[in-house]
């Protein structure tokens, strides 16, 4: 079975300050995995994936994220946090042989950037 | 931009009661997902539909709950008999030509209350 860990409900940064939202995976074999970011009621939206090649990836809006196969995390970062960050950030992960075409979410971690 | 749309955005249904959530599709996907999300929980795979059937399904996902493509546009998810419990956010999401290595895009979400 596939899971996925976000061990912090909520991260709190000053604007302008580099931010990280942590999440780390167990899946069998080799995972796709995506952050998705979600405003107050509004579905989810897709930030950036992970499928192969480079451990770094960068998505949209200025974040990145880095994946780190021996410690089986996906951290989202973003260099300059701005008060529009603030949101609901989900890290998911799909697997690359089985568990079909479905995503398996986090918990999710509330950003608040504040001035 | 093109966007996945739901409706309605809000469903209030006494339980026992039917009722269909709708969803249109980004236009040339094929990958069909139904997600839902139990207030402060996390997103939860329901089903996944590709070339009008069922591809895989949640333990969620039981007798209760049917999903189709009637028109070959619109993406339908049924509850025939609605519990208190069937209480949550649920969300459309479609992929493109190929499920595995596409992102998902997620609709806004319709809140289904049951009373």
């Known amino acids: 079975a596939q899971s996925v860990a976000q061990p912090e409900d909520q991260v709190n940064v000053a604007e302008g300050n580099p931010l990280t939202v942590k999440c780390t995976y167990s899946?069998?074999?080799?995972?796709?995995l995506f952050w998705y970011v979600q405003y107050p009621n509004r579905g989810l939206q897709f930030l950036l994936k992970?499928?192969?090649?480079?451990?770094l990836v960068k998505g949209s809006y200025g974040f990145e994220a880095e994946f780190n196969k021996s410690q089986t995390s996906f951290h989202l970062k973003k260099p300059s946090a701005l008060v529009s960050d603030s949101a609901l950030y989900f890290c998911?992960?799909?697997?690359?042989?089985?568990?079909?075409?479905?995503?398996?979410f986090g918990t999710g971690t509330q950003l608040k950037v504040e001035l | 931009e093109p966007e996945v749309t739901q409706t309605p955005s809000h469903q209030v249904t006494q339980m026992g009661q039917e009722v269909i959530l709708r969803c249109v599709p980004i236009?040339?996907?094929?990958?069909f997902y139904w997600y839902r999300q139990i207030l402060g929980q996390k997103v939860e795979f329901l089903v996944s539909?590709?070339?009008?059937?069922?591809?895989?399904k949640s333990e969620i996902f039981d007798d209760q709950f049917s999903v189709e493509r009637p028109d070959g546009s619109n993406f339908t998810l049924k509850i025939r008999s609605t519990k208190l419990e069937d209480s949550a956010m649920y969300f459309c999401?479609?992929?493109?030509?190929?499920?595995?290595?596409?992102?998902?895009?997620f609709g806004p979400g319709t809140r289904l209350t049951v009373t």
């Open positions: 998911a992960v799909r697997a690359f042989t089985g568990g079909g075409n479905k995503l398996t």
């Open positions: 899946v069998s074999g080799n995972p796709y």
């Open positions: 992970y499928i192969t090649g480079d451990n």
């Open positions: 236009s040339n996907h094929l990958y």
């Open positions: 539909f590709y070339n009008n059937e069922i591809s895989e």
């Open positions: 999401a479609t992929a493109g030509t190929s499920g595995r290595n596409h992102e998902q895009y």
